[in-house]
């Protein structure tokens, strides 16, 4: 095997629009039967009736995924205004609230005050474990489901549209930008506390997920078309494993240094690296990403490797360990 990338499999990033009705784990099954790997991971799952941005990881693409879950994400939502329900949106039993909805004006102030740093409690109905437990798993047998809150960082809330047809039930679209971790149907629960009412999530579309944006998804439709005569015609839909990663300085490498990378050794690259960083992409003289490595005093740590060492011994280069 020659120095660089690891070749032979499919390696890299499928950014799918998933609809509305599979799970994201359908989703993921669907793509290990059509590239014919097992190693799929994704970055951050979708619950079945939302659609949108569902980043996936393929073969080597997989060693990256932990560095896109801390990645920002943003959501168009539908809110309902005038009843709760028992998951915080519409696949829960609705209970419908009496009186007048709220006005467009109060929704608006309450909106303010959810930007920013805020407490979050998870719906009932999530996977978060407790003591080894999923919760909803919990919550449909009945028990008595307390998840502890959270701290969730809303970047931004602007309302799209606001339709109080029927003032009782007026429905709320808005565009959500928050960190990882947060849930939309608590805070579309949360929204409708504010204003002394009842609120759930009617409809949910992931619109953007760190780097990648809906627009430049690909749907389940034109996955199937592309692997009619098998799974290499996927190749033209994947992106490289480093994309959405161009926060992390690109070092190059020599030949020498390469092969020591490749056997994880430590390496002081010749041609220096930014001290500012923490994360380096180091690639070959040929410009393949051959590691992600970490700073580690004057030298470089390789953290994940793509390539292998040539057959041919090498000497260790300078600053090797």
């Known amino acids: 095997m020659p120095r660089g990338a690891r070749g032979g ?39 079945p009736f939302a659609s949108g941005v569902l980043p996936l990881f393929l073969g080597g693409a997989t060693r990256v995924v932990e560095y896109h879950l801390g990645d ?15 998951t915080d949106d519409l696949e829960g039993e609705l209970t419908p609230t009496d009186g007048p909805g709220p006005s467009r ?21 999530s996977a978060i474990k407790i003591g080894g437990r999923r919760a909803y798993a919990m919550a449909r047998a009945g028990e008595a489901v307390v998840i ?27 565009d959500v930008e928050c960190s990882a971790g947060t849930y939309v149907r608590a805070l579309a629960r949360d929204l409708g506390a504010a204003v002394g009412d009842a609120a759930y999530l009617g409809a ?3 619109t953007a997920s760190g780097p990648f944006r809906l627009e ?16 290499d015609g996927l190749r033209p839909l994947l992106r490289p494993i480093d994309d959405g990663l161009e926060a992390f300085p690109d070092v190059p490498l020599t030949a020498a240094e390469v092969d020591a990378v490749a056997r994880g050794q430590f390496v002081t690259p010749s041609a220096g690296f930014p001290a500012s960083g ?34 041919a011994a090498t000497p260790a280069p300078s600053g090797a360990r």
């Not at 180091?282 to 390789?302: F, K, Q, Y």
């Open 72 to 86: 920002s994400k943003t959501y168009r939502a539908t809110v309902c205004f005038g009843a709760s329900s028992t």
């Open 105 to 125: 004006e109060a929704v608006e102030s309450a909106m303010a005050g959810l930007v920013g740093v805020i407490v979050q409690r998870p719906p009932a109905y």
């Open 148 to 174: 502890p809150e959270r701290e969730v960082t809303i970047h931004a809330l602007d309302l799209v549209t606001w339709d109080d047809a029927d003032p009782a039930r007026p429905i709320l679209v808005i």
């Open 9 to 47: 499999g499919l390696d890299g990033i499928l950014v799918v629009a998933k609809s509305a009705g599979p799970t994201s784990h359908d989703i993921v099954a669907l793509v290990r039967r059509l590239a014919a790997t097992k190693r799929v991971g994704h970055g951050g799952t979708l619950d």
């Open 216 to 231: 430049d998804a690909v749907s389940v439709e034109s996955i199937r078309s592309a692997t009619t005569d098998g799974p």
């Open 278 to 311: 923490e994360h380096y992409r180091l690639r070959d003289p040929e410009g393949t990403l051959v590691a992600i490595a970490e700073r580690r005093g004057t030298r470089l740590a390789p953290e994940k490797v793509f390539a292998t060492p040539s057959t």
């Open 204 to 206: 949910l579309t992931r």
